[in-house]
């Protein structure tokens, strides 16, 4: 009975195997060129009118070329951030926002150009500052930690 049980299991896997080996290659297929940014970041903002710029902690994932994720600035862990954006070629764009929050400070945008090795990114963000009450462009570096 066990032996029956056991080619029964062992064509039923091979059976599953031919069904999903054709999508698993063309996922392969359509994914391959995506650059590889899931992990672990550190990511510097350039603010205006400050001297030393700010720091966040950041962990993305990644589903083909949809990213998704979430960070901290340095040392303020109860403010998260959440990201979400896209890869087309060598460009990672998206929107960012206070986790927990309603109002609009710390909302922004970005555009991320990924370098060569996918290990960091270069570009600018835009967000809202609520006690300038206004938009600010900034330089936004992310260099990958693990």
Not at 11 to 24: K, T
Not at 93 to 117: E, P, Y
């Amino acid at each position: 009975m066990k032996f029956l049980l056991s080619v029964l299991a062992s064509v039923v896997a091979n059976i599953l195997v031919l069904l999903v080996r054709p999508g698993i290659n063309v996922w392969r297929h359509l994914f391959t060129d995506v650059p590889k940014i899931k992990g672990r970041w550190r990511v510097t903002v350039s603010e205006p009118g400050r001297l030393t710029p700010q720091k966040l902690e950041v962990e993305l994932n990644r589903f083909g070329r949809s990213v998704y994720g979430e960070g901290n600035l340095v040392g303020k862990r109860e403010d998260p951030f959440t990201f979400t954006g896209e890869i087309r070629r060598q460009a990672f764009f998206g929107t960012f926002r206070r986790k927990k929050s309603r109002v609009l400070a710390g909302t922004g945008t970005f555009l991320l150009k990924i370098l060569a090795d996918d290990k960091s990114m270069t570009g600018h963000c835009n967000w809202y500052d609520k006690d300038l009450d206004n938009t600010w462009t900034s330089g936004y570096e992310w260099e990958m930690v693990s």
